[in-house]
């Protein structure tokens, strides 16, 4: 995975049947084989007691919390802001990454703001090794962060119709989210972000299947 560098030996093949596949690599005489966790973003109603939004942050996966880094919690009443600007279409999303090979450090940092000026924002590492982290690989963190946040609001807050403006530096990553991926072969997963495009895709998928909410 990117989160541990250690491979495991497997002995089942007849698990790869129920694996998603996102990469295969051949390297040192050994087959290895990245695969999708299979995760929903926007699961049915947890049966767990959530009283806030961080509640839900908690109750993510170790790996996906890592995935979207450090957040800075706004109070409640800024979160509802963020709430009534996503519903009437001026809410703003915005993430970055930036890779900065001296240092052998890579970041990415994600925000997403209401009309009003009240905001929720984060950061944190992307994970890897010297020669797989790319500025392509820390914009796509950046953007499934933010949409991961995104969907947590979803979900807490119930929200089922609205716009979400996002924003982005990175051409490719923008290309990916406008044609959501209409152009989605196995051969686009290969490399170290292939995981990360797996998810944002996954993440893009049901918030159309489970809403009404846009985004641009």
Same mark, same amino acid.
């Given at each position: ?6 491979? $495991?030996?497997?002995? &089942? ?11 295969? %690599? ?5 087959? $290895?084989? !990245?695969?999708?966790? #299979?995760? +929903?973003?926007?699961? /049915? ?23 979207? /880094?450090? !957040? ?7 979160? @509802?802001?963020?709430? %009534?600007?996503?519903?009437? #279409? =001026?809410?703003?999303?915005?993430? +970055? ?6 240092? +052998?450090?890579? =970041? ?8 009003? /000026?009240?905001?929720?924002?984060? *950061? ?6 010297? +020669?797989?982290? %790319? ?13 991961? @946040?995104? *969907?947590?609001?979803?979900? $807490? $807050?119930?929200?089922?119709? #609205?716009?979400?403006? =996002?924003?982005? &530096? ?36 049901? @918030?159309?299947?489970? =809403?009404? @909410?846009?985004?641009?």
């Amino acid at each position: 995975t990117r989160f541990l560098l250690q491979a $495991y030996l497997l002995e &089942d093949t007849s698990l790869l049947g129920q694996a998603r596949v996102v990469d295969i %690599t051949y390297k040192n005489g050994s087959i $290895y084989i !990245v695969s999708q966790r #299979g995760q +929903d973003i926007l699961p /049915g109603p947890d049966t767990s007691e959530v009283a806030c939004l961080q509640d839900l942050y908690n109750n993510l996966s170790p790996e996906l919390q890592r995935l979207i /880094g450090q !957040v800075e919690w706004p109070m409640p009443h800024e979160m @509802i802001d963020i709430v %009534t600007s996503v519903t009437n #279409g =001026t809410a703003i999303g915005v993430s +970055d990454g930036s890779v900065r090979t001296k240092i +052998d450090k890579a =970041t990415h940092a994600w925000i997403i703001q209401a009309s009003n /000026g009240s905001e929720i924002c984060g *950061s944190g590492p992307v994970d890897g090794t010297d +020669d797989a982290r %790319t500025s392509h690989q820390a914009e796509l963190q950046g953007m499934a962060a933010l949409f991961l @946040i995104f *969907s947590l609001f979803i979900k $807490y $807050y119930k929200i089922t119709r #609205g716009k979400f403006l =996002t924003f982005c &530096d990175n051409q490719a990553v923008i290309n990916k989210l406008q044609n959501r991926w209409r152009i989605w072969k196995y051969r686009y997963t290969k490399g170290p972000d292939g995981d990360l495009q797996a998810l944002l895709r996954q993440i893009t998928q049901e @918030i159309r299947q489970e =809403t009404d @909410i846009r985004h641009a």
